[in-house]
């Protein structure tokens, strides 16, 4: 699978941005499979941000998110979106989309980057204060 993630960019605190991201290439299990989003900050490990499956389109968030951000999917489009509301200067990162293409996740590896099989290249979202 190949994901091709966009919408980045800059934005003063309390603004929004809206992340997607493509997956397109061999054919994957959207019976099983889960999309995720991670963010990595400068000097930190790769942290997860939401994840959800593409059967039932179940989500899952970091505490630090919830109520602000919104994953949501496209079966038909292979897309995977990121809405971000109320944004912070702590939300700033490089963002990644991820494949969990065999489904093979389970709730206690999903926010485990290890768990997950394709990346997308990342997108820098910058929140000024």
């Known amino acids: 699978v190949q994901l091709q993630a966009s919408g980045g960019g800059l934005v003063q605190a309390g603004g929004s941005l809206r992340l997607s991201c493509e997956a397109f290439g061999r054919t994957f299990s959207r019976s099983r499979g889960i999309m995720g989003w991670f963010r990595q900050a400068p000097g930190k490990e790769r942290e997860f941000v939401a994840a959800?499956?593409?059967?039932?389109?179940?989500?899952h968030y970091t505490d630090s998110v919830k109520g602000r951000f919104t994953i949501s999917r496209d079966n038909a489009k292979l897309t995977v979106d990121l809405q971000m509301n109320s944004l912070k200067p702590e939300d700033t990162a490089v963002y990644y989309c991820?494949?969990?293409?065999?489904?093979?996740?389970?709730?206690?590896?999903?926010?485990?980057?290890?768990?997950?099989?394709?990346w997308g290249q990342g997108t820098q979202v910058t929140v000024s204060s």
């Open positions: 991820a494949a969990e293409s065999r489904g093979r996740w389970t709730l206690s590896n999903i926010r485990d980057p290890s768990a997950y099989d394709s």
């Open positions: 959800i499956t593409w059967s039932g389109g179940n989500q």
